[in-house]
Structures are given as structure tokens and as C-alpha cells.
């Protein structure tokens, strides 16, 4: 198994939540203080170095108009850790590609980061999560359908070698693509996609590309997982290995128990700040209908009933959170393993909110030193 | 292409269509708005009275199937202009209420051949303010709370307990707000170019406003709408917020028939 540091570059200094009603899209960026920024983004760039240190890999993920994340082009940060670093694989999980309105610069940002690091990166795509859709600016409705148009394009203009082609489809219009630089990798970066809903899981299942899952636990997990591999299995797909799978999820080691929990409560703050109103966290045609029927009947879809009032325990049980001393947490992280049929790589969500620097540097320490060997045995590295 | 005409659904090549069909006579089609079709509106029964009522649902909106062809109002226009050019109906009789009236808008702009009159209700569809001003509030970056003040002269009415509601019932009212975005995401509930093409329209046309709308007033929005359709009346119609065919039906269905009849308003 191969484990990925990843952090939301969340600016955490914010007023009394009584004082505003979302976190996200509208909160008045006046809140942001930009010399405190230019510090966190220093600090989030040397925790990034020192995971590649203690051998880890490196992701980055974006976000927009929203203080739980303050990478709104995963494509300029990673820019800068790709001269940074040397030996991190550099996954961007991912640039939203159903928001943007341009996907042959998509091609171009990520070939660039690619040939800037000597082919470390790893192209992640997301849909976006459903707050994304007023600050990205665009329609929740038939976005799948527009995602997977952006991706053709985009792996055709890093495939493409022999001079421009053009481009006329449903969502996208494009003269003359012909990119420099193309990718340093052949035929391209590997490609991640997160995946919720069976039909997103059967899609990336088809294309074997890696599918990932965030803070889904244990039943979320092995749904979308098997979904992947049910859709091979019909196509009569050779059986995916275990670097396809990805789960991402909180995650601290201390040296003991209760410094492992002490150190999650802290990571808790990005779900226990989430104040996001209704009309951004179900925007129209966002979810499947059946899905919306059923929040309106009071359900919540997964885990996200245990997001709304968020307790260590719960999220621990259901493998939200892995947490406490290494022991514990291998065999918490063994337990999903085995609950989802195996999987090559852990996306650590290992900084948020006030865990501060020196904090997170310990929780890298210990689940580096302590808990990563033991996890290289489970499956093969990829 | 030929058209299967039943009770429920009908189908315009190729799309079909829910269907609400009421009373005899010259064709009324009745475009319905973000709200979609209540079979049970008192404002059918009482338009009935005066001819037969056609009230689609559109693609996307109650139980009318999404088409995948179909994404924008434009498509909505010319579709229901085929229905009318099928059957071959004459005289007919549009009303269009808020989204519905923008879709009416953009059907008389296009062609009136098959037009006697034309009814909008609240229309949305146009651009009169500057590029930073909406003339339309967004309802999709605002509490549901807030839309329902806006939009209604009493919030409490439209308040839905979705407890007391059946699964068809609240996938219907989920299938009705996927379907709004859809076809009014950008540009926001208008065509920048509709405004410019409204003067194409040659036939009798009637604009009725709720008297108490405070999702788009009849005083700006209802007013540039009229000044841009030669010879087009405004009326208001008191006791109604944006949706008068909900909260006055009685009222906006006998100002429809004076209208009818051949007088002014």
C-alpha cells in the first residue's frame, strides 16, 4: 500500500460561526487576512516536503470560495512542489472538470506539471462536491455527461502528436488543439476519478483508471469498490489490482491511544465547520433524484448523517477516522482492507483546522515510522 | 412524423409528454412554470370553460420523461411549435406562466401563424438591468426559506410538509427544481437576445402580474416586457405574489377571459 499526505490548506482563523451562515461561497473574504495566508501556504508547503522526507507520496486537492480550502488552482501549488520535491509522486485528486469551462487548459496545466517534475504526477478529475457548483459557476444538471466530454478531450490533446485537431462536441468547442508541452509520461499521467454513485464507480471501473473514495467507511467504501469490479468482471476485464483503489480518510497516530484521538479531534475541525446552507448542499440535479426524495424524507445519504454532529467514536467505528496508537490504527486501516476487498493506497487527510504545525509533523512522524512499513506488506506497491 | 394523442401523454417527435386535458373547444396550451402542472389547480377547470385546455408537463418537469436532446428554452419553444404544427391547431390560445411565459415568449417570436392571443403571467426570459444587477433573485443561491418569500404573497402556503407527501409526490417536486436548472441555470432565467425579438410579436398579447410579486415586479420587469411587445397590456392582479394562478385563480382566470372575449383587459 502506498500512503499519500494530503492537506486541505484550510484558513482556520474564522469569526464565531453565529456570525456567519456558510462557510462556503459567500463567506466575505474580508475574514481572510492574506500576510496570515502567506504564512499557512508556506507552512502547508514544508509539510508537504517533509512527508516526501519520511517517504511519503504527496496529494493536493482544490476547492473554491470557501475558507475550508485555500487551493483554488491545485495546478499553481502543485506547480510549486513539483520544484520542491524530487521523489513524491504528486497527485492532484482533483481538477474539476465538469466546472471548468476550458478543458484544453486543463491539458495544458497538468502536462506542464508533468514535465516540470520529470513525470511524478498523478491527474486526478473530480465531479466536485456539491458547493462547488455556485463558486465553479456551473449547471448541476447532466454534469457526468459534460465531465466525461472534458476528459476525452483532455486525453486526446495529451495523446494527440501529429499537429492540431479540432473539437465539436455537446459541451466543448475547440479550434486547432495541438498542446505544449505534451506529457513527460506515456502515454499520459495516470488518471484518478472519485467515485460515489454505482454508475460514476462502473464508468471509472471500465476505463480501469484508479478510483478513489473519500471519508466514505466501511460499507460506502465496499459498495463503490464493487461496483468497479462488477463492471470489469461484466466486460470480462482482467481483475483490477489493488493500486486501482483508493480511500481517503482522517487520519493521526500518537503514541498512544488517546494522543492518536487528541489529535483527530483536531482534524475534526474540517467537518465540524462545514456551516454550509441547503441551497449549496443540494443544488438541483447535483444528487440522483431518488437520493433527493430521500433527504427530503429526513435521510441522509451514508455518512453524512454522521458529519451533521460529528463524535470521534462513531466516525472511528464506521472508518471515517483512523485513529490512535500504531497499532491501533493498522489494525483499523487492516480492518477496512479487508472490508472493501483490498486496496493500494491511503489518501491521509492529516492537517486541518488548529492541529498545528509541530502536530502535524508528529502524526507524520509516527505513521510513517510506525504504522507505513507494516501497511507495504498488505499489497503489492504499485 | 405522427402524433399518439391519449388521455395522459403525448408524444412530439420523438418526446413524450405528460399531459393534462381538460374541456372542448379551440386549443388552450397552458405552459406551466417552475411549479410545474397541478392537475388540481382550480385555474384549469375555470380556463376550460373557454376551450380545451392542453397543459404539458416539460421534459424534465412532473412525469414527462427528460429528453436528452432537449436542454435548453429554445428546444421547449420549437417543441411545443411542432405540437401545435401535428395536429394542426389553429387559433390557438397560449398562456405561460414565469418560466412557462418565457417559453411562450420565445414560441411567438419565432413564428404567431398558429397564434390568436397570447397570455404571459409573470414572464421571466428577458434582461432589463445592468450586467451587475439581476433583474430575477437567484433561487439557487438562496435559503428555500427566502424563495418561498419571495415568490408567494403567503410563504405559508406554499410551505410543504414533505411528511405528508407521497414518493411520486416528492420525486415530482425534486424532478420540477432538477428540470428549472436545467433550462435557467445560465443565463439566469433569460435569453439576452429576447428582448431585442419581442417586437416580432403580432398578436393580441396580455402581460398579468401579481399585484404583491416580489420575485420580479410588475412595475420594472412587467413594464419593460410590455413597452417591448407592440400594442401589449399590463394588468395586475391583486391578492397574488409571482404564481397568480395559485395564490388569485379566480381572478387571473376572469382577466384572461375578458381578455378572451375580445376586450383589452
Given at each position: 500500500m502506498?500512503?499519500?499526505?494530503f492537506s486541505?490548506?484550510?484558513?482556520h482563523l474564522?469569526?464565531?460561526?453565529?456570525?456567519?451562515?456558510?462557510?462556503?461561497?459567500?463567506?466575505?473574504?474580508?475574514?481572510?487576512?492574506?500576510?496570515?495566508?502567506?504564512?499557512?501556504?508556506?507552512?502547508?508547503?514544508?509539510?508537504?516536503?517533509?512527508?516526501?522526507?519520511?517517504?511519503?507520496e504527496?496529494?493536493v486537492?482544490?476547492?473554491?470560495?470557501?475558507?475550508?480550502?485555500l487551493?483554488?488552482?491545485?495546478?499553481?501549488?502543485?506547480?510549486?512542489?513539483a520544484?520542491?520535491?524530487?521523489?513524491?509522486r504528486?497527485?492532484i485528486?482533483g481538477?474539476?472538470?465538469?466546472?471548468?469551462?476550458e478543458?484544453?487548459?486543463?491539458?495544458?496545466?497538468?502536462?506542464?506539471v508533468?514535465?516540470y517534475s520529470?513525470?511524478r504526477?498523478?491527474?486526478?478529475f473530480v465531479r466536485g462536491v456539491p458547493y462547488?457548483?455556485?463558486a465553479?459557476?456551473?449547471r448541476?444538471?447532466?454534469?457526468m455527461e459534460?465531465?466525461?466530454?472534458?476528459h476525452?478531450?483532455i486525453?486526446?490533446?495529451?495523446?494527440?502528436?501529429?499537429?492540431?485537431?479540432?473539437?465539436e462536441?455537446?459541451?466543448?468547442?475547440?479550434r486547432?488543439?495541438n498542446?505544449?508541452?505534451?506529457?513527460?509520461?506515456?502515454?499520459h499521467?495516470?488518471?484518478?476519478?472519485t467515485?460515489?454513485?454505482?454508475?460514476?464507480?462502473?464508468?471509472?471501473?471500465?476505463?480501469?483508471?484508479?478510483?478513489?473514495?473519500?471519508?466514505?467507511?466501511l460499507?460506502?467504501?465496499?459498495?463503490?469498490?464493487g461496483?468497479?469490479?462488477?463492471?470489469?468482471?461484466?466486460l470480462k476485464?482482467?481483475?483490477?489490482?489493488?493500486?486501482?483503489?483508493?480511500?481517503?480518510?482522517?487520519?493521526?497516530?500518537?503514541?498512544?491511544?488517546?494522543?492518536g484521538?487528541a489529535?483527530?479531534?483536531k482534524?475534526?475541525?474540517?467537518?465540524?465547520?462545514?456551516?454550509?446552507?441547503?441551497?449549496?448542499t443540494?443544488?438541483?440535479?447535483?444528487?440522483?433524484?431518488?437520493?433527493?426524495?430521500?433527504?427530503m424524507?429526513?435521510?441522509?445519504?451514508?455518512?453524512?448523517?454522521l458529519?451533521?454532529?460529528?463524535?470521534?467514536?462513531?466516525?472511528?467505528?464506521?472508518?471515517?477516522?483512523?485513529?490512535?496508537?500504531?497499532?491501533?490504527?493498522?489494525?483499523?486501516?487492516?480492518?477496512?482492507?479487508?472490508?472493501?476487498?483490498g486496496?493500494?493506497?491511503l489518501l491521509?487527510?492529516g492537517?486541518?483546522?488548529?492541529l498545528?504545525?509541530?502536530e502535524?509533523?508528529?502524526?507524520m512522524?509516527?505513521?510513517a515510522?510506525?504504522?507505513?512499513?507494516?501497511?507495504k506488506?498488505?499489497?503489492?506497491r504499485? | 412524423?405522427?402524433?399518439?394523442l391519449?388521455?395522459?401523454?403525448?408524444?412530439v417527435?420523438g418526446?413524450?409528454?405528460?399531459?393534462?386535458?381538460?374541456?372542448q373547444g379551440?386549443?388552450?396550451?397552458?405552459?406551466?412554470?417552475e411549479?410545474?402542472?397541478d392537475?388540481?389547480?382550480?385555474v384549469?377547470?375555470?380556463?376550460?370553460?373557454h376551450?380545451?385546455?392542453?397543459?404539458?408537463?416539460?421534459?424534465?418537469?412532473?412525469?414527462?420523461?427528460d429528453?436528452a436532446a432537449?436542454?435548453?428554452?429554445?428546444?421547449?419553444?420549437y417543441?411545443?411549435?411542432?405540437?401545435?404544427?401535428?395536429?394542426?391547431r389553429?387559433?390557438v390560445?397560449?398562456?405561460g406562466?414565469?418560466?412557462?411565459?418565457?417559453?411562450?415568449?420565445?414560441m411567438?417570436?419565432?413564428?404567431?401563424d398558429r397564434?390568436?392571443?397570447?397570455?404571459?403571467?409573470?414572464?421571466?426570459g428577458i434582461?432589463?438591468?445592468?450586467?451587475?444587477?439581476r433583474?430575477?433573485?437567484?433561487?439557487?443561491?438562496?435559503?428555500?426559506?427566502?424563495v418561498r418569500?419571495l415568490l408567494?404573497r403567503?410563504?405559508?402556503?406554499?410551505?410543504v410538509?414533505y411528511?405528508a407527501l407521497t414518493d411520486?409526490?416528492?420525486?415530482?417536486?425534486?424532478?420540477?427544481?432538477?428540470?428549472?436548472?436545467?433550462?435557467?441555470?445560465?443565463?439566469?432565467?433569460?435569453?439576452?437576445k429576447?428582448?431585442?425579438r419581442?417586437?416580432?410579436?403580432?398578436?393580441?398579447?396580455?402581460?398579468?402580474?401579481?399585484?404583491?410579486d416580489?420575485f420580479?415586479?410588475?412595475?420594472y420587469y412587467?413594464?419593460?416586457?410590455?413597452?417591448a411587445?407592440?400594442?401589449?397590456?399590463?394588468l395586475t392582479?391583486?391578492?397574488?405574489?409571482?404564481?397568480?394562478?395559485?395564490?388569485?385563480?379566480?381572478?387571473?382566470?376572469?382577466?384572461?377571459?375578458?381578455f378572451?372575449?375580445?376586450?383589452?383587459?
Amino acid at each position: 500500500m502506498r500512503a499519500w499526505f494530503f492537506s486541505e490548506n484550510a484558513y482556520h482563523l474564522l469569526p464565531d460561526p453565529k456570525e456567519y451562515d456558510s462557510i462556503r461561497v459567500k463567506l466575505p473574504n474580508r475574514y481572510y487576512d492574506p500576510k496570515i495566508g502567506a504564512d499557512l501556504y508556506h507552512r502547508f508547503i514544508d509539510e508537504w516536503q517533509i512527508a516526501e522526507d519520511l517517504g511519503l507520496e504527496i496529494m493536493v486537492n482544490e476547492h473554491h470560495q470557501t475558507a475550508t480550502n485555500l487551493n483554488p488552482s491545485a495546478a499553481v501549488v502543485m506547480g510549486a512542489l513539483a520544484r520542491d520535491t524530487r521523489k513524491a509522486r504528486l497527485l492532484i485528486l482533483g481538477n474539476p472538470i465538469a466546472n471548468r469551462r476550458e478543458p484544453v487548459r486543463v491539458a495544458e496545466e497538468m502536462a506542464m506539471v508533468d514535465v516540470y517534475s520529470r513525470g511524478r504526477l498523478e491527474c486526478g478529475f473530480v465531479r466536485g462536491v456539491p458547493y462547488e457548483i455556485s463558486a465553479g459557476n456551473h449547471r448541476p444538471t447532466r454534469m457526468m455527461e459534460r465531465f466525461w466530454e472534458a476528459h476525452d478531450l483532455i486525453v486526446k490533446a495529451w495523446t494527440s502528436h501529429d499537429g492540431p485537431f479540432n473539437w465539436e462536441g455537446k459541451y466543448f468547442h475547440h479550434r486547432e488543439v495541438n498542446i505544449w508541452p505534451r506529457p513527460y509520461q506515456e502515454p499520459h499521467p495516470p488518471i484518478w476519478i472519485t467515485a460515489l454513485s454505482p454508475q460514476s464507480a462502473r464508468d471509472v471501473g471500465e476505463r480501469g483508471y484508479v478510483v478513489a473514495c473519500f471519508l466514505t467507511g466501511l460499507d460506502g467504501t465496499k459498495a463503490v469498490f464493487g461496483h468497479y469490479r462488477e463492471r470489469r468482471a461484466e466486460l470480462k476485464l482482467p481483475t483490477a489490482a489493488p493500486d486501482r483503489f483508493a480511500y481517503a480518510a482522517l487520519v493521526y497516530v500518537g503514541e498512544s491511544d488517546e494522543a492518536g484521538y487528541a489529535g483527530a479531534r483536531k482534524l475534526m475541525w474540517y467537518l465540524e465547520s462545514n456551516k454550509v446552507p441547503p441551497q449549496f448542499t443540494s443544488p438541483p440535479g447535483y444528487h440522483p433524484t431518488a437520493t433527493t426524495v430521500n433527504t427530503m424524507k429526513g435521510g441522509s445519504p451514508g455518512n453524512f448523517r454522521l458529519f451533521q454532529n460529528p463524535a470521534l467514536g462513531p466516525l472511528m467505528e464506521v472508518g471515517v477516522v483512523f485513529a490512535g496508537n500504531p497499532d491501533s490504527v493498522y489494525g483499523q486501516i487492516k480492518k477496512m482492507y479487508d472490508h472493501v476487498g483490498g486496496f493500494g493506497h491511503l489518501l491521509i487527510m492529516g492537517q486541518a483546522g488548529f492541529l498545528d504545525h509541530d502536530e502535524t509533523v508528529k502524526g507524520m512522524q509516527m505513521f510513517a515510522r510506525e504504522v507505513y512499513p507494516r501497511l507495504k506488506e498488505l499489497g503489492p506497491r504499485a | 412524423m405522427t402524433s399518439n394523442l391519449s388521455e395522459h401523454r403525448l408524444r412530439v417527435r420523438g418526446v413524450d409528454l405528460e399531459v393534462v386535458e381538460r374541456g372542448q373547444g379551440p386549443t388552450i396550451l397552458w405552459l406551466h412554470g417552475e411549479e410545474g402542472v397541478d392537475p388540481g389547480c382550480p385555474v384549469l377547470d375555470l380556463m376550460a370553460a373557454h376551450g380545451r385546455v392542453l397543459a404539458p408537463s416539460h421534459p424534465g418537469f412532473g412525469h414527462s420523461p427528460d429528453a436528452a436532446a432537449i436542454d435548453t428554452i429554445d428546444d421547449l419553444a420549437y417543441l411545443y411549435l411542432d405540437l401545435l404544427a401535428e395536429h394542426d391547431r389553429r387559433e390557438v390560445v397560449v398562456i405561460g406562466c414565469s418560466l412557462g411565459g418565457w417559453i411562450a415568449a420565445e414560441m411567438a417570436v419565432k413564428c404567431t401563424d398558429r397564434l390568436a392571443r397570447l397570455v404571459l403571467v409573470g414572464p421571466l426570459g428577458i434582461k432589463v438591468g445592468d450586467r451587475e444587477t439581476r433583474d430575477i433573485p437567484d433561487i439557487f443561491a438562496l435559503h428555500p426559506d427566502e424563495v418561498r418569500r419571495l415568490l408567494y404573497r403567503d410563504p405559508s402556503r406554499a410551505t410543504v410538509d414533505y411528511a405528508a407527501l407521497t414518493d411520486d409526490q416528492l420525486t415530482v417536486l425534486a424532478r420540477n427544481r432538477e428540470a428549472t436548472a436545467l433550462y435557467a441555470w445560465e443565463p439566469y432565467f433569460h435569453n439576452p437576445k429576447l428582448r431585442q425579438r419581442l417586437h416580432r410579436i403580432t398578436v393580441p398579447t396580455l402581460l398579468v402580474w401579481g399585484a404583491d410579486d416580489r420575485f420580479v415586479g410588475a412595475g420594472y420587469y412587467g413594464a419593460a416586457y410590455r413597452d417591448a411587445i407592440p400594442g401589449a397590456r399590463l394588468l395586475t392582479i391583486d391578492g397574488a405574489g409571482h404564481f397568480p394562478h395559485v395564490e388569485a385563480p379566480a381572478a387571473l382566470a376572469a382577466c384572461i377571459r375578458r381578455f378572451l372575449d375580445g376586450h383589452d383587459g
